[in-house]
C-alpha cells in the first residue's frame, strides 16, 4: 500500500506528475480542486455547502475538504494506494490527513516535494498563462504571491514531514520524463514498513 502527498509550488509540474504516478502505481489521484468540482457539477449536499462558500470568495474548509477524502477512502476500500494533490496544505490539514487514514490503518508512505527555483517557476506560469488564457497566470504580481503564499505555508509542513522521516525533496528542473524517473527512484526505495501500511 503506497500512500503519497505530491506537494511543491504553483507551477512546480504537480498535476502532470501525479497523473504519471498514479498511472504507474494503479493509485487513486485525489486532487482536492477536482474532486470539489465534481460535487459541485454532481449537485452533492457537500457540493452545494462547498459552492456557497467559493462563491462568496472563501476558502472551504479543513473539516469539509477532510469529509471529502473520508468519502474518496469509504469508496475504495479495494484501493492499492492513494496519491494526494494539493492537500494537505497546511499543518492542520496534515495532521487531519494522518488521524484519518489511521482510522483506515494506512498512513502516509512519503511527502514528495518538487523543488523549482522563482524564476523557473515565474516563467513556467506566465507561459501557461498565455497559452490556456488562466487569469491567475498571467499576471506577475499575483503569481509572486501565490508563490509567496506558498513558502510561508509548507515551512511547517517540510518539518512536519521530516520528523517522521517522510519528506523527499526532488528536482523539479528537468523534462517531465526525468522527474517522472527521479519520483520513481524515491518511491522504489521507501521501506516496506512504508509502503504496506
Do not use: C, W
Amino acid at each position: 500500500m503506497i500512500n503519497l502527498v505530491i506537494f511543491g509550488p504553483p507551477g512546480a509540474g504537480k498535476g502532470t506528475q501525479a497523473t504519471n504516478l498514479a498511472k504507474a502505481y494503479q493509485l487513486i489521484h485525489l486532487s482536492t480542486g477536482e474532486i470539489l468540482r465534481d460535487e459541485i457539477a454532481e449537485g452533492t449536499e457537500t457540493g452545494l455547502i462547498a459552492k456557497e462558500i467559493i462563491d462568496r470568495g472563501e476558502l472551504v474548509p479543513d473539516d469539509l475538504v477532510i469529509e471529502l477524502i473520508r468519502h474518496q477512502l469509504d469508496n475504495n476500500p479495494l484501493a492499492k494506494g492513494f496519491l494526494f494533490d494539493g492537500f494537505p496544505r497546511t499543518l492542520p490539514q496534515a495532521e487531519a490527513l494522518d488521524n484519518l487514514l489511521v482510522h483506515y490503518g494506512r498512513s502516509v508512505s512519503a511527502m514528495l516535494s518538487l523543488e523549482v527555483e522563482k524564476e523557473q517557476l515565474l516563467a513556467r506560469l506566465i507561459n501557461r498563462g498565455n497559452s490556456s488564457g488562466r487569469s491567475d497566470d498571467a499576471n506577475r504580481s499575483v503569481i509572486e504571491n501565490r508563490i509567496e503564499v506558498y513558502n510561508q505555508k509548507t515551512a511547517p509542513l517540510i518539518s512536519y514531514y521530516s520528523k517522521v522521516g517522510k519528506y523527499e525533496r526532488i528536482n523539479g528542473i528537468g523534462t517531465v520524463q526525468e522527474i517522472t524517473d527521479r519520483l520513481k527512484a524515491i518511491i522504489e526505495r521507501l521501506p516496506l514498513n512504508k509502503r504496506s501500511h
